[in-house]
């Protein structure tokens, strides 16, 4: 028997390759003899730096940055050698705002979106800059920012100004006083570099479906500010393209991770599905031929997991693949009804009534239980070879 177990983080517990190793081990005590492969997902959101890096045989790395609250923080990112247009190879480097300014680094009491900033982000591509690095792998998902990319520009070199000349500073609440942009002292090699984005978000950066409207309240943002900040994005939008040359603002995706999306697509970036990044890297296509059963997982599925969560991605793939999909998720939300068409079966990986801080402590041991039990199932079933 084949398994292919593809999970994606769950979230604030356990890492996809976490989670993907603890899936392997149930099925291993159950069919010591079964063949698993283990492929760590993601869509660009949290665990994106990790699934790439396993996927492409790369290293982790860490370093100091700018964290989103303006404290220091440790990001980590990713380096792994790829093909050029050359004979020789060269490095790229993944990044993801979950792990830069991402909702992990920001408590509840607080977010506020005025008080953050993407800086950090600038503050690594710089750092790769320097080390000759000229290709990017950035996810977009899990951000506690919206600033726009403001603070990713200014740590590149631009530099913006209030309505006085006073520079500022690069956070959520500079969008308001943004009058002026210079970007002569922009980075001139990131004219050399291919920046990809990995994000299934398309939301533009403005109006009713932009990224201070449809994210912005779960980052902290009052009604008033939301309104203040989809205005002032408009406005930051027109001066920066005033100054660049070019307008992205209306572009699939512009709105991803606070606006970041909307400034790397200025700066030439170019944008691609989370999921297909990351699937491409690991070879899933090729891992799922001949695979009887397929097992993934995040850490809270409902109906809304149809819309371009990873779980319904990879089982639409092994369903082209002739192999059939279980999902186990931290929790089963109330509406699962369309949820279950797309899997085989769908469970819920708490045993008991837990509070959600227990429900995360021990993540590792309730997955853990219910893999092994779903996959006993499967022996019980199982018709005589």
């Known amino acids: 028997m084949k398994f292919v177990v593809a999970p994606d983080s769950y979230k604030e517990s356990l890492t996809a390759q976490q989670a993907a190793t603890t899936i392997a081990a149930a099925i291993g005590e159950v069919f010591p003899d079964a063949k698993v492969e283990i492929v760590p997902m993601a869509d660009g959101g949290e665990g994106t730096v990790e699934a790439l890096t396993a996927a492409a045989q790369g290293e982790l790395a860490q370093c100091e940055v700018t964290g989103p609250l303006g404290r220091a923080i440790v990001a980590k990112y990713g380096l792994f ?54 290709k990017f792998i950035i996810g977009l998902g899990g951000s506690a920012t919206n600033d726009g990319g403001i603070g990713l520009l200014t740590s590149l070199g631009a530099r913006f100004y209030n309505g006085n000349g006073d520079l500022l500073k690069g956070y959520g609440k500079d969008l308001l006083q943004a009058k002026k942009v210079n970007v002569e002292e922009l980075d001139q090699r990131l004219s050399q570099c291919h920046i990809v984005i990995a994000s299934d978000v398309r939301n533009p950066l403005c109006g009713p479906q932009g990224a201070s409207v449809v994210y912005g309240p779960q980052k902290g943002a009052a009604p008033e500010q939301v309104a203040a900040l989809d205005r002032a994005m408009d406005d930051y939008s027109e001066l920066l393209s005033e100054a660049i040359g070019r307008n992205m603002k209306s572009e699939p995706g512009a709105g991803a991770a606070g606006g970041v999306g909307y400034a790397l697509l200025t700066l030439g970036a170019e944008m691609a599905s989370g999921a297909d990044v990351i699937a491409s890297a690991a070879r899933l296509k090729d891992k799922l031929a001949g695979a009887d059963w397929v097992i993934t ?27 059939r999909t279980i999902l186990l998720s931290g929790s089963l939300g109330a509406e699962t009804d369309e949820l279950e068409r797309e899997f085989a079966a769908c469970f819920s990986c708490v045993p008991r009534s837990m509070s959600l801080t227990d429900c995360l402590v021990q993540a590792e041991k309730n997955l853990f239980f219910t893999a092994r039990n779903v996959v006993r199932l499967l022996g019980a079933v199982k018709p005589e070879s």
Do not use: C, W
């Open 297 to 323: 997982g995040e850490g809270k599925s409902d109906n809304q997991t149809l819309y371009g969560k990873l779980p319904v991605y990879v089982a639409r793939l092994a369903k082209e693949a002739g192999a």
């Open 81 to 134: 050698e790829s093909p050029s247009q050359s004979a020789s190879r060269e490095t790229t480097a993944v990044l993801d705002a979950a792990s830069i300014f991402g909702f992990s680094l920001v408590s509840a009491h607080e977010r506020d979106p005025y008080l953050t900033t993407s800086a950090g982000m600038g503050e690594l591509v710089l750092r790769l800059l320097d080390q000759g690095i000229r």
